[in-house]
C-alpha cells in the first residue's frame, strides 16, 4: 500500500445525489493501494461554482464535473487541454501548483465503451440532443464516420456543434426534435438527452435499427434502449461511458501508470455492484 498524503477529490453538478463517481473512484483507490484518497460528491450549480473552486486547498487533486458545469467552469480555468477547446466542454479538472487545467475525458470515454462492444466505422451517425455530452459525442463520432446528423431541442445548440463538426471534419446536419424519429433507423445511434427526453420516441424505434449508445445508466434499460434490446440489437450503455471516463480521470488525477484496461473490469464491477444495490 502506498501511503501518500492526504488527498482530494469529488464530483460537482446538480442534482448530484444520483452519481456513481464517488464508488467508481472510490473502488480505483482501493485498487491501486492509494491510502489517503477520498472522493466525495458536491451539489453544486452554476452560481455556486466559482466560490466552490475558490475554497480548494492544496490538499485537492482534482474535480469530475457533470450537468450543468461542463461548460460553466470554461472563464475559470487557468488551461485547457485542445480537447476541451474543441468541444467547449470540461468533465475534469485537475489542480496542479494552485491552476486549475480543464480536460475532457468524455471524448475517449465514448470512443473507447464504443471500441469495447466491437463498434467499427458506419456511413453515418445520429446524435440526440445538443449539449456538452452531444459535442463530446460528436467528437468521439469523428473516428468512425464523416456524416453525422443531430436532433435539437433548443436551436440555441447549433453553433456549439457546428464548431465540433468544423473542428473535426464531420459534415453535419442539425435538424430540429420533431424529426428525431426519422433518424432513428442509423447503423449507430448516440443518445445524450436526459431521462425521459427520449420517450416520445419509443413508438418510432423501426423494426430494424443499427447500434445505440444510451449515456444513461439508472434506471436500466432507458425505455429507449428497451426498444433497442426488444429488437435483439446491440446497446452500449452509460455506465460503459462512466466508466471508461473514469479510468482517465482516476489515472489524470492521481498520476498513477496503470493499466486501464485492468481498472475498467474493476470499476464496471463496483458500478454494476451499487446500481444492483
Partial sequence: MTADPARRAAVLGSPIGHSLSPVLHRAAYEHLG???WTYEAYDVAEPGLAGFLAGLDPS?????????????????????????????????????????????????????ALAAHGVGPVDRAVVLGGGATARSALAALSTLTDSVRAYVRDPARHPGLQSVAAATGVDLQVEPWARAGEGLGAPLVVSTTPAGATDGLVARVPLTVGTLFEVLY????????????????????????????AVLQVLLMTGTEAGPDDLVRVLRAAGERALRG
Fill in 60 to 112: 485537492w487533486a482534482g474535480l469530475s464535473l457533470t450537468m450543468p458545469l461542463k461548460a460553466a467552469v470554461l472563464p475559470l480555468l487557468d488551461a485547457a487541454s485542445p480537447m476541451v477547446e474543441t468541444v467547449g466542454a470540461a468533465n475534469t479538472v485537475l489542480l496542479r501548483d494552485g491552476k486549475r487545467v480543464g480536460e475532457n475525458t468524455d471524448v475517449p470515454g465514448m470512443a473507447a
Fill in 34 to 36: 492509494l491510502v489517503g
Fill in 218 to 245: 439508472d434506471p436500466w434499460p432507458s425505455p429507449l434502449a428497451a426498444a433497442w434490446q426488444a429488437r435483439r440489437a446491440p446497446v452500449v450503455d452509460g455506465l460503459d461511458l462512466l466508466v471508461h471516463q
